[in-house]
């Protein structure tokens, strides 16, 4: 079976978000996204699986599977919990190397920058970022 | 003349702009204030006219930048009823002035076996200077309870009061709950046992006049920014004896008195503690910030932030599943909750995305968070510029994220 590469998930959530013109409807989709994320499992909420430099908690774990990154994660607010399901839907069950190499300049196209700031304390760089090093650690 | 915010209003550029398509509303401000008008052009008339180095060159713009420094000194020493003048040491901040109390005090004063006492309500620049000074000294770190009111238990500050005490440090103001602690009683309370007081006053000096001799603390300590001025300046008032008495803190130039390889002798108060180049730019500003309060009215700015304050809690509470923290009947222009049912961090979002400008998370005082068992709170905080028509705006934003998350 031929899986999506992250080039095409990332225009699929690019074409979806073209769809809302206010920010409202934009705002309740990743919340909706954040709904629908696959639970985590309860022994991957714990302390060392947090991402740091976020004001809401995030838990990220990641597996390997086929020699595929699989990513489940959750969170306790619900934009944050929407954003890290975005995440996963496009860097989830990928090759370490494409997932070490995507550029996620969709987050741009979807109107989302103003989450990359450093200064936004959502933690989606440091989201990404983790991912990333989760990928390096399991292509090992 | 009666108190017009929409007349002081017109005095903040910033407060005419847009954020997200929709006028700005800035609900931020025991983070810092916006600037007046006066204060932006003291800022450029000085680097336009006056700028120079100071109590150095014989030259003309010399000697007038350096009157015009230690004027600003003076206007600060009235404003605060501090005795002297040199009892005025300019820093970048609060937290700096902290910081050379926690350095030079504890090097005078502090050792092994000795206590410090802080309260459960301190910003984290009250609490990590002092975990430092203890830490370099062999001294250990003592904390007043809070009640789940958010005020102080006094009572558990003179259980905590002893012959190793050297030090209590408390805010006049919680930056995160808006009590504001009976500073007066504590600092007594300290004096009988012949304790000195140092007073964290960066969330009280927008809102109320402060008379230091009056309330005879040790040191006390603000930031301009938080009241109208500029960023990177702030105050050390300090007892002339005991700022006598401490060592000085940082090296450098016009902090020194004469130089040599085998022997350097320190200059006196003020100049001790001001090593380097000060920030002669942002005193000025912070200057005119101060007149600026004065000629407002500090009492026509309380009484109308703690309109504005009763009026948000009056509305807040008609919302549903709504808790507040800070519930003292003493309380500054600060209003913290949460949603049981809503993260802080999701209430945040949605209100910035309205132009709405709150804080939430922690607000740099993790201990009052986990104390609550909450991850943090949405706070809004008044500035004389504010207005209840702002607050209905805001209950419309708080509408719209219930209907979101709710």
Not at chain 1, 37 to 57: S, T
Not at chain 2, 7 to 19: A, C, D
Not at chain 2, 130 to 148: D, F, G, S, Y
Not at chain 2, 334 to 346: L, M, R, T
Request: some cysteine; overall charge negative.
């Amino acid at each position: 079976m031929r899986m999506t590469s992250i080039k095409e998930k990332e225009q699929a959530v690019v074409e979806e978000f073209e769809l809302f013109d206010d920010w409202m409807d934009k705002y309740n989709h990743i919340i909706e996204m954040g709904k629908a994320l696959p639970v985590i499992d309860d022994q991957y909420k714990q302390e060392k699986y947090l991402i740091k430099g976020c004001q809401a908690q995030v838990w990220l774990h990641a597996e390997q599977k086929d020699g595929r990154v699989h990513f489940t994660a959750d969170s306790d607010a619900l934009i944050t919990k929407g954003i890290v399901a975005l995440l996963i839907r496009v860097l989830s069950d990928q090759k370490p190397d494409d997932i070490i190499d995507a550029d996620m300049s969709f987050i741009d196209e979807i109107g989302l920058k103003e989450h990359l700031s450093q200064t936004r304390s959502n933690g989606l760089v440091n989201m990404i970022k983790q991912m990333k090093l989760y990928a390096l650690a399991i292509k090992g | 003349m009666s108190f017009s915010p929409d007349q002081l209003r017109k005095q903040f550029p910033i407060l005419e702009r847009e954020v997200n398509n929709r006028p700005l509303i800035y609900f931020d401000n025991a983070a810092t204030t916006q600037k007046p008008r006066v204060v932006l052009d003291r800022l450029m008339h000085y680097y336009e006219q006056e700028n120079s180095n100071i109590h150095r060159g014989a030259h003309f713009l010399s000697s007038q930048a350096t009157e015009a420094y230690e004027q600003a000194r003076k206007t600060i020493q009235q404003h605060i009823n501090a005795r002297h003048s040199h009892e005025v040491i300019f820093t970048r901040g609060t937290t700096e002035a902290i910081n050379l109390v926690a350095d030079s005090f504890c090097q005078r004063y502090l050792k092994a076996g000795d206590e410090i006492i802080i309260s459960a309500m301190e910003h984290h620049a009250n609490i990590v200077p002092w975990q430092m000074a203890c830490e370099r000294h062999q001294a250990t770190l003592k904390v007043v309870p809070m009640r789940p009111d958010g005020t102080l238990d006094m009572t558990g500050l003179e259980a905590l009061l002893n012959r190793r005490t050297k030090l209590v440090a408390i805010t006049h103001v919680s930056n995160a709950l808006g009590t504001i602690n009976p500073v007066k009683a504590i600092i007594s309370m300290a004096h009988q046992q012949n304790v000195p007081v140092l007073i964290d006053g960066a969330q009280a000096t927008p809102h109320m006049a402060v008379d230091v001799t009056d309330l005879d603390c040790d040191f006390y300590c603000f930031s301009g920014h938080k009241m109208y001025g500029p960023m990177g300046v702030g105050v050390l008032y300090g007892k002339e004896a005991i700022l006598n008495d401490m060592p000085p803190w940082q090296g450098g130039g016009e902090m020194i008195s004469s130089v040599s390889f085998s022997k350097t002798t320190y200059n006196e108060l003020p100049f001790k503690f001001e090593a380097g180049t000060p920030n002669v730019a942002d005193v000025l500003g912070m200057e005119t910030a101060i007149l600026f309060l004065q000629e407002t009215g500090l009492d026509r700015i309380a009484a109308h932030e703690k309109e504005l304050v009763d009026y948000a809690i009056n509305r807040l509470r008609q919302t549903d599943n709504i808790r507040f923290f800070g519930e003292a009947s003493e309380r500054s222009a600060v209003v913290s909750f949460i949603f049981n049912d809503i993260h802080p961090y999701d209430t945040g979002t949605i209100l910035d995305k309205m132009g709405i400008a709150v804080r939430t998370g922690h607000h740099c005082a993790q201990p009052i968070m986990t104390y609550f068992n909450i991850p943090g709170t949405v706070r809004v905080s008044f500035a004389a510029y504010n207005t209840k028509k702002e607050i209905d705006v805001l209950m419309n934003g708080l509408s719209t994220v219930r209907d979101m998350f709710g």
